[in-house]
């Protein structure tokens, strides 16, 4: 039976915690050991009290909730300052948010961790379950992040994106049509927007049947997309690919000269496929800058903004499968619980996960015949 530990966030911008109160309640109910990093979720309002009253042991520091769990939970990946203090006996469940750089995930595997990639999770339906329920909330977070930058208070052009009596409403523009953006499009539709989606996988067009008055869906071309751009008031990005990332800038800078000053650009792929040429990574304190006339918001981790909801949903949606490791071990839990199985994205540092071997060019390991081998 592992120990649970929970560490708290260290890097900067990032409000939100791996388990809530109410899911560390659960767990000692079921009776597990669950230790919480101090201040772990004080931006959640989460007090050590509270854990404490639900079940939990609090430690001082990360060292020694290291030193007392074995199963460490997390919402962002591996930092390189946590990387030094965990070893390979522990395993780790956390995002593990795949980017086009490799080295993040080489150091992993050099440190022969086993990692259950959350974002990678996937039920028997096919669902993302961690990844599409974060999704939704950086989905709707976009549209009333853009709704406010319209406002000329923080550079846009001055518009209500619902419009008003005699004025009509904005123009949305999401490019993507994943849940996330397909999230921002009805939400911002729902709020009185004109919305167009431009999606990478017109296959799909006719199963998401999303099509209505003032919400239209469309494949992306650059033709359609030179022809959206002078009437948009907002665009939203959203495209991000788990297998393949775009191999290039699907909105580069002279398009943007397309656009009237004051327009917005919500880029929620900006740390994971960069498809907007004149994006670059910003944070919740400083989340904008103006090139060009045009507004960007750039902030990869949106649904920090809003650290309880977040949380609360990380935590709900990860409790099943954070029960089941601890309780089980990792082979039995496999066996009881396939869809661990779609996570794992590494084992004493070998990938074991078919997505990141093809997408990164590692070779795949099956974790059953590493674990037959006892590697």
Not at 27 to 47: K, Q
Not at 132 to 153: I, P
Not at 158 to 177: D, H, K, Q, T
Not at 265 to 270: C, K, N, P, Q, R
């Amino acid at each position: 039976m592992h120990k649970i530990g929970v560490l708290k966030e260290i890097k900067n911008f990032e409000s939100r915690v791996g388990l809530s109160p109410d899911g560390v309640k659960s767990l000692a109910e079921a009776g597990l050991d669950v230790f919480i990093e101090s201040g772990a979720g004080t931006e959640c309002n989460f007090s050590d009290e509270q854990y404490s009253n639900c079940g939990a042991t609090i430690v001082p520091s990360a060292e020694k909730l290291v030193k007392n769990a074995d199963l460490l939970v997390k919402v962002l990946p591996l930092s390189p300052v946590e990387e030094e203090l965990i070893d390979n006996s522990h395993i780790i469940f956390s995002f593990l948010k795949l980017s086009p750089k490799t080295e993040r995930l080489k150091s992993l595997m050099d440190k022969k961790f086993t990692y259950f990639a959350a974002d990678l999770l996937e039920d028997q339906k096919g669902v993302y379950t961690v990844l599409e329920a974060m999704s939704e909330v950086a989905g709707r977070m976009a549209v009333h992040v853009a709704a406010n930058l319209l406002s000329n208070t923080y550079g846009g052009r001055g518009l209500l994106m619902s419009g008003a009596n005699v004025i009509p409403p904005a123009n949305v523009l999401v490019i993507g049509s994943g849940l996330v953006g397909r999230v921002a499009a009805v939400h911002a539709w729902t709020n009185g927007a004109n919305v167009n989606i431009l999606t990478l996988k017109p296959q799909n067009i006719d199963k998401y049947n999303i099509n209505r008055d003032g919400l239209q869906i469309d494949a992306f071309s650059k033709d359609k997309l030179m022809e959206l751009l002078p009437q948009t008031d907002v665009i939203i990005v959203a495209v991000y690919s788990l297998k393949q990332a775009p191999e290039e800038y699907l909105l580069d800078k002279e398009d943007m000269k397309t656009l009237q000053p004051g327009s917005i650009i919500i880029d929620l792929s900006v740390d994971r496929n960069q498809v907007v040429e004149s994006s670059h990574i910003t944070n919740i304190t400083q989340p904008t800058f103006v090139l060009d006339d045009i507004v960007h918001y750039c902030v990869p981790n949106i649904t920090s903004t809003v650290p309880i909801t977040s949380s609360k949903i990380f935590s709900i949606k990860s409790l099943p499968f954070i029960e089941i490791l601890a309780r089980d071990g990792l082979k039995m839990a496999m066996d009881k619980s396939p869809e661990l199985l779609s996570a794992l994205a590494m084992y004493k540092g070998k990938v074991t996960n078919r997505i990141i071997a093809d997408r990164f060019d590692f070779t795949f390991h099956n974790i059953f015949e590493l674990l037959e081998l006892n590697l």
